[in-house]
């Protein structure tokens, strides 16, 4: 048996995105990516900030927050899961975080990299395919101070904590895909710190490693027996620069031996939409 599963990079309610949403309407926003994203078995995507009408914004450069209606929209479109380990989901804090998640779970989209607790946080969500059984995990290697999950407080997920959980993840799973948020924004090589987290996380067992957060497209390797995709840019956002604007949809096909294909489908990121363009990438 073979599953098809869809990553994409990262969903960012700024000004841009923000102003487009209100003259057309969300579903505007994914109209162009949608028949590429229902194809897919399962899609993750990475939910950069809140899902809330709730909180104040934290004393930082960039805060996000998206309304209630997006997860809604994000279900309709394929979408069929987020991460929520990234360095913006705690921007208008706890409440603002507990409602994201309450909004996704009320429209049917599952996420990971973050919890109502540690514990919560860094859990494992296991997809059962019939014969074929895929553990998903989430984290953030980029933490500002007070995002990460305390042990009866709500935040994100980080290495430290997930790293207990790859190894259980894999036993009970046929294969392991780790979605985590790392690297520098604007470069397009992986620096030190991503090259060794990817081997921690292949040592402990995963099959697929897929990033974000640098913004623009890094590369693929081969890290032991792990795939790694570095970084698949943005998805649904309004960057200035032409490197920005270029990003990845990654599909992949999974059996029980591992992973069997990997297609980049490049994309151009215009009017704040993901539009795919002709062709594949090659790896």
């Known amino acids: 048996m073979q599953v098809r599963i869809a990553i994409g990079g990262d969903i960012i309610f700024g000004k841009g995105v923000s102003q487009i949403a209100r003259a057309r309407g969300l579903g505007y926003l994914f109209e162009p990516i949608a028949p590429l994203l229902r194809e897919a078995d399962w899609t993750a995507l990475n939910m950069e900030g809140c899902i809330s009408t709730r909180g104040a914004p934290l004393p930082?450069?960039?805060?996000?927050?998206?309304?209630?209606?997006?997860?809604?929209?994000?279900?309709?479109?394929?979408?069929?899961?987020?991460?929520?380990?990234?360095?913006?989901?705690?921007d208008y804090g706890a409440t603002a975080l507990l409602d994201t998640m309450d909004y996704l779970w009320g429209a049917g989209v599952w996420w990971a990299g973050a919890g109502a607790n540690r514990t919560a946080a860094a859990q494992a969500v296991y997809v059962d395919f019939g014969e074929l059984r895929i553990a998903f995990v989430c984290f953030t290697a980029v933490v500002p101070r007070g995002f990460p999950a305390g042990e009866r407080a709500p935040g994100v997920a980080t290495l430290d904590a997930v790293l207990p959980v790859l190894r259980e993840a894999r036993a009970n799973a046929d294969a392991l895909v780790v979605i985590p948020h790392w690297g520098d924004e604007g470069t397009t090589r992986p620096n030190a710190k991503q090259r060794?987290?990817?081997?921690?996380?292949?040592?402990?067992?995963?099959?697929?490693?897929?990033?974000?957060?640098?913004?623009?497209?890094?590369?693929?390797?081969?890290?032991?027996?792990?795939h790694v995709f570095y970084s698949v840019g943005n998805f649904i956002h309004t960057p200035r620069s032409k490197r920005a604007r270029q990003a990845v949809l990654l599909q992949a096909t999974l059996d029980k031996s591992g992973v069997r294909?990997?297609?980049?489908?490049?994309l151009w990121l215009e009017g704040g939409r993901p539009i795919p363009q002709g062709g594949r990438l090659s790896l």
Do not use: C, W
């Open 60 to 90: 930082k450069e960039y805060t996000f927050r998206a309304p209630p209606e997006l997860a809604a929209h994000m279900r309709l479109a394929g979408v069929s899961m987020v991460s929520l380990g990234n360095n913006h989901s705690m």
């Open 196 to 226: 060794r987290i990817a081997r921690q996380l292949a040592d402990a067992g995963a099959t697929l490693i897929v990033g974000h957060h640098p913004h623009v497209v890094q590369g693929y390797a081969r890290v032991g027996k792990a």
């Open 261 to 266: 294909e990997l297609k980049p489908v490049p």
